[in-house]
């Protein structure tokens, strides 16, 4: 008997742990992609606990063994993060991760949950402005850090032009028709967003297959980590040709996005068959290719005015948010329409109160999820009274356009997030994350961002910010690093927002990445304070020596050294054109040589971060081709969209990137050339025409994108 109960007992417990081994193993894999083979010290259960939809963690040591208890596979991968950060063991980043593992455990014991059902992440901005040429292994790397940040709300717009493809095809396009519809590959969201067509085209067939394959791998990760991933919807827009293929439907032509200059789009309207006919379609097509979602994004009017009439405004304003949210509803009955909360604050004279309320009047409270992103630069969900009951998420853009100053505000997002909880007219608020439109810059903001759902802003910045750097450092920071990151958190973290990025209409980071205009001796100044910055750069370059040449605080001492140096830039800019404008030549000479040495010298020295290169940007484009004329497609939409952009408005260096080759192959010479004719003008005491010279840089610059 005893032999017979020790048997049970003992294949019972095998049984178990299987099948938590089994539930565990997609956490399990990402942990283990990390630690390597330690992950073996590591136990991991997964505990459902079926009335609480929140998600939550525990950690202890015992024995050498990391036993971990959570909600399910993110929370696990979170909270074994969590706890190798916090005793300094690793770290994961965009710049690569680093591990220095104890031989063994420290005693540790932590527990955590969060508030938030959801913590979001990606812009349906970013996979033009970073992951255009991203592969399967890159994208890897991404879900795992998703994973270890306890991201599951993660935008996945991979792929979807298969889907549309086969959709129009039905529908009688012909190839060429599709041809000429299709945005080039770096362009597409904007195409799906209903903003523009056509532009860098042609689309390549081979794009459609390998988007394809690589969407069907992103979101079995996803699902088996069990994420949320958000995928495409019908939003009304259609093919030009589809169009005119079918005068009798009621299609509106809209204006042309952003200033002009792009192809006009084409919106069904709500109350035509049509609407709902292609979008039910949509889905059945998507969902074959894909498999089943419970999240669907789609976003009628993105940064474009409802196509409504004045009389009877809100009620065609109800019947689009009624067409979208039916639309979805019948093709995936239990799934929930997402749509971001950008444009109520983009265009808040037309998003009225009664505006919005009207929009989402027919959507049951449950049935739809306002991403409210943008709360670092509109506050959107306390001028729409927290969206009138629908489901919302609060979070950061933080990034546009992958344009990369240093800046952020950890004390702003902790105070927000703090105040928000308290907040008695939050309404239904249930996710929390950042939407970056680019990656790879700023790892500390992103780093704090996705801790503090789980902390919920009660651990103080100075005491995250220890455990942090000891763990980025893989060392006890000393006393001088401190301060200079201190000094950091003084000087560029406390900037909520890069507002100077745009100024007197001209987009771009510095004035340096803006097209030349002599105008800039109005420019105000950049934000932060350039005073504390340099002190903390004299500290870092210090204390970086004390490390070996792969630790992260000579990245860190980079970042810091070329933002200080761009910011001097800038005014010495302003100075020397203000001289040449006095005729001041022998000062604007001197000025002119001190501006290009240090645009050499920040180029040259941002060849030690290999993401933050234009090589590097341009050759991943390049290589995702199969030929030689696809490569060069791609390398152009590369090129482009980081420089020109499109369009004849003022979209031109909105993406600008404080990368290798663009300080000293693009940014310096316009500027040079620039500078060149006005003092030429000065010198020869002519008038200067800076219209003239403006449209001879342009043309310098589509050489430049053409230029392999």
């Known amino acids: 008997m005893a032999a017979l109960v020790f048997t049970l007992f003992f294949f019972g417990a095998i049984k178990g742990y299987c099948n938590s081994d089994e539930k565990t193993k997609s956490a399990a894999a990402v942990i283990e992609r990390l630690v390597g083979n330690r992950v073996n010290e590591f136990e991991l259960t997964i505990i459902e606990k079926k009335s609480e939809h929140k998600d939550w963690f525990e950690v202890e040591t015992t024995n050498n063994l990391v036993k971990i208890k959570g909600s399910n596979n993110t929370a696990i991968c979170y909270a074994a993060y969590n706890f190798l950060r916090d005793i300094g063991a690793a770290l994961a980043s965009w710049e690569g991760n680093k591990v220095n593992l104890p031989k063994t455990w420290p005693k540790y014991s932590k527990k955590g949950n969060t508030p938030f059902e959801f913590r979001e992440y990606l812009n349906a901005c970013t996979f033009g402005y970073t992951t ?4 399967w292994k890159r994208w890897e790397q991404e879900i795992d850090w998703m994973a270890l940040h306890g991201i599951n709300l993660p935008t996945a717009m991979e792929g979807q032009e298969a889907a549309w493809q086969e959709l129009w095809k039905e529908y009688g396009l012909t190839e060429s028709q599709l041809e000429a519809h299709f945005a080039g590959p770096a362009y597409l969201p904007w195409q799906r967003m209903g903003n523009i067509n056509s532009l860098e085209g042609p689309l390549p067939k081979e794009w459609f297959i390998k988007k394809q394959e690589l969407q069907k791998k992103i979101l079995e990760r996803m699902r088996a980590l069990d994420m949320h991933p958000v995928v495409p919807a019908f939003s009304g827009y259609v093919p030009k040709a589809f169009a005119e293929k079918h005068p009798e439907a009621k299609i509106t032509e809209l204006k042309s996005w952003s200033g002009g200059g792009f192809e006009s789009t084409f919106l069904v309207d709500s109350k035509d068959p049509l609407f709902k006919k292609i979008g039910k379609r949509f889905i059945e097509i998507y969902t074959k290719m894909y498999g089943k979602s419970n999240f669907y994004l789609a976003d009628s ?3 474009i005015e409802p196509p409504v009439s004045e009389h009877n405004k809100y009620e065609e304003l109800a019947n689009y948010g009624s067409a979208v949210y039916e639309t979805i509803n019948e093709a995936a009955p239990d799934a929930t329409w997402v749509m971001q909360g950008w444009l109520f604050g983009d265009n808040k004279e037309f998003w009225t109160k009664e505006a919005t309320s009207a929009f989402l009047s027919k959507v049951p409270n449950d049935k739809v999820m306002v991403q409210d992103y943008a709360n670092d630069r509109y506050k959107v969900w306390e001028n729409q009274e927290a969206f009138y009951g629908k489901q919302w998420t609060y979070g950061y853009v933080h990034n546009y356009g992958g344009s990369n100053p240093v800046y952020g505000d950890l004390s702003f997002y902790k105070n927000e997030l703090t105040s928000l909880l308290k907040n008695p007219n939050k309404g239904n608020v249930v ?5 970056p439109e680019g990656l790879n810059n700023n790892s500390i903001v992103y780093e704090y961002i996705y801790d503090l759902p789980w902390s919920k802003g009660k651990q103080p910045v100075k005491d995250w910010l220890t455990k942090y750097l000891t763990a980025r450092y893989e060392q006890t920071v000393s006393k001088a690093t401190f301060q200079a990151w201190q000094l950091l958190l ?7 927002y890069w507002e100077t990025r745009w100024w007197n209409d001209r987009a771009g980071a510095y004035l340096l990445f803006k097209r030349p205009t002599a105008t800039i001796t109005e420019f105000k100044g950049n934000p932060g304070n350039k005073k504390k910055l340099k002190e903390a750069l004299d500290i870092l370059a210090k204390e970086a020596k004390k490390y070996n040449k792969n630790n992260f605080i000579q990245y860190d001492l980079i970042d810091v050294y070329r933002h200080y140096y761009s910011l001097c830039i800038d005014e010495e800019l302003m100075e020397c054109v203000a001289a040449y404008q006095k005729k001041d030549i022998a000062k604007g000479d001197q000025l002119f040589k001190e501006i290009e040495k240090q645009v050499l010298d920040i180029d040259n020295l941002m060849s030690a971060q290999p993401l933050n290169s234009l090589d590097q940007w341009v050759k991943s484009a390049s290589d995702y081709a199969s030929s030689p004329a696809v490569s060069k497609l791609y390398a152009k939409n590369a090129k482009t969209l980081i420089t020109l952009w499109g ?3 003022h979209l031109n260096d909105y993406a600008s990137r404080s ?5 000293k192959g693009f940014y310096w010479p316009r500027w040079k050339m620039f500078l060149e004719v006005l003092k030429k ?8 025409d800076e219209t003239k010279e403006r449209e001879l840089i342009k043309n ?3 050489n430049w994108t053409e230029n392999n």
């Open 431 to 435: 996710g929390y994350g950042a939407m």
């Open 132 to 135: 255009p040429w991203w592969d």
């Open 659 to 663: 990368w290798h080759g663009m300080y």
């Open 490 to 496: 003084e000087s560029v973290y406390n900037v909520k």
């Open 681 to 688: 003008s000065a010198v020869n005491n002519t008038s200067f």
């Open 700 to 702: 310098w610059e589509i």
């Open 301 to 303: 009017f993105n940064e």
């Open 647 to 649: 369009g004849e408005g």
